[in-house]
């Protein structure tokens, strides 16, 4: 079973752009969770979809957000970029249940800001 | 402060030895905790889910305990190899199962 794949694994932006990532979860998986990476916040929680519904929420601002299809494909996309915004960017899915189900990591896209 | 900090900060072993990771947190009431290794450039590995009444659960050469009188997890790895370099994460489920607390990671490094 093929794990979960993000595109693309690494962009380069200047600062005001747009950017969008993408995760594809594993066949089967019905929930999506994006996460922040960055050397000075660790990991931090931005959002969770299940069944093209956000269900979850972290606390991040307004110019991070997102979406998820039929087919459980999710779409991350950040406005307005800034160069805090630099960082890896890791989604993982699991099969549903948010709170108990093993949840399983993509590669994560590497996103620079300039 | 952190709610979820963990110790040491990082921690260098020799193969074969054993070694635990500790983890302190504050948030409470929790749904449950999960221990994570993280390789270098590649996304974290689910090791341990554990509820808040579970005491302990392994996964092959990886024991997490849980004592909530006291706030503290371990993360007990037997028999290190060099492939257990890696970052070790604790992460907290809580607001009802709606809101994740990472905690600071620990660096782990396993020597010849």
């Known amino acids: 079973k093929a794990g979960v794949t993000q595109t693309p694994r690494y962009l380069i932006k200047t600062r005001g752009q747009q950017v969008t990532l993408s995760c594809s979860p594993i066949?089967?998986?019905?929930?999506v969770s994006w996460y922040q990476q960055t050397p000075g916040q660790g990991l931090q929680f931005l959002f969770e979809?299940?069944?093209?519904?956000?269900?979850n929420k972290g606390n991040f601002p307004g110019r991070f957000s997102g979406r998820q299809f039929s087919n459980s494909r999710s779409e991350m996309n950040v406005s307005t970029l800034e160069l805090g915004d630099s960082a890896l960017y890791l989604c993982?899915?699991?099969?549903?249940?948010?709170?108990?189900?093993?949840?399983?990591f993509g590669p994560g896209t590497r996103l620079t800001v300039l | 402060k952190n709610q979820v900090e963990q110790s040491p900060q990082s921690l260098i072993i020799l193969e074969g030895k054993n070694c635990t990771l500790q983890?302190?947190?504050?948030?409470?009431?929790?749904?449950?905790l999960r221990w994570y290794k993280q390789d270098t450039g590649r996304g974290p590995v689910s090791l341990t889910i554990?509820?808040?009444?579970?005491n302990t659960k392994s996964n092959g050469r990886y024991t997490a305990t849980l004592d909530a009188d006291t706030k503290q997890s371990s993360l007990h790895i037997t028999a290190s190899q060099l492939s257990d370099s890696a970052s070790y994460i604790c992460?907290?489920?809580?607001?009802?199962?709606?809101?994740?607390?990472f905690g600071t990671g620990t660096q782990l490094k396993v020597e010849l």
């Open positions: 983890c302190n947190y504050t948030v409470s009431p929790f749904s449950n």
């Open positions: 554990m509820t808040f009444s579970e």
């Open positions: 979809y299940f069944s093209e519904t956000q269900r």
């Open positions: 993982a899915s699991s099969l549903g249940q948010w709170e108990t189900d093993t949840q399983y």
């Open positions: 066949s089967g998986h019905r929930s």
């Open positions: 992460v907290l489920l809580t607001g009802g199962g709606n809101k994740l607390t």
